[in-house]
């Protein structure tokens, strides 16, 4: 079962979508600080609601495709996730720039963006690839995103296949990227473009969740 968020510009509003709640605007939270070592404990998986201070990032160079040029930044957030298995890590905040002179065609904010996307860990002796699917078929449906619009999608590191899990205690290295073809599990305009799209790597600790 996918629990997700979703967050669109303007960056003033949020909307958060959980296992298919209702939608409603609140002030947009802010990804977690550089430096921030004690994570607030937040909802297990896949996704949370906002997080409360910002973080620097270095977005991956992009490709450029046609008109348009897209840009994936990565961020650590202070909600965490890993409760079900007693562990804490950060919840993922990806965002998505649009950087070229015309439209880019993406995925709707939610599942379809989720479906196109793989998060790659390296740490704890061990390199995986992990990403969503669902119990059956799902059309990605594609939205355009205008030139300089950027639109910010939460992702959890331990989303895998129908369901969550655990990773190894300690320090894991992580990218999200748009999953290639011919192997992406749900093909489309924007995973033919843009596949193989990273972003930038941040690093997360994975440790035991407080009074387990």
């Known amino acids: 079962m996918l629990t997700l968020l979703r ?3 303007p960056l003033g509003t949020a909307c958060a979508l959980v296992a298919g709640a ?3 605007s609140r002030p947009a939270p802010r990804p977690a600080a550089a430096a921030s070592t004690t994570p607030s404990d937040a909802a297990a998986s896949p996704a949370a609601a906002g997080a409360t201070s910002a973080t620097s990032a270095t977005p991956a160079a992009a490709p450029a495709a046609g008109p348009a040029r897209l840009q994936l930044s990565l961020q650590t957030m202070e ?3 890993g409760g079900e298995f007693g562990l804490s890590l950060p919840m993922l905040l990806l965002l998505v720039r649009n950087d070229g002179p015309g439209e880019a065609q993406v995925p709707d904010l939610g599942i379809a963006m989720l479906l196109s996307l793989q998060v790659e860990l390296h740490g704890a002796g061990r390199s995986e690839q ?3 699917t669902l119990y059956r078929a799902w059309p990605v449906t594609l939205s355009a995103l205008a030139p300089g ?3 910010q999608q939460g992702v959890s590191a331990l989303s895998q296949g129908q369901r ?3 990773l190894p205690l300690g320090s ?3 990218k999200v990227c748009v999953q290639a073809e011919p192997q992406a599990a749900y093909p489309s305009a924007f995973t033919k473009t843009y596949g193989g ?3 930038n790597e941040v690093t997360i600790e994975v440790k035991r969740r407080k009074g387990r």
């Open 7 to 9: 967050r669109c510009l």
């Open 22 to 24: 209702g939608c409603a």
């Open 79 to 81: 909600e965490t996730t």
């Open 130 to 132: 992990r990403h969503a």
């Open 149 to 151: 619009a950027v639109l």
């Open 164 to 166: 969550d899990l655990p």
């Open 172 to 174: 894991h290295q992580v």
């Open 197 to 199: 799209l990273c972003s």
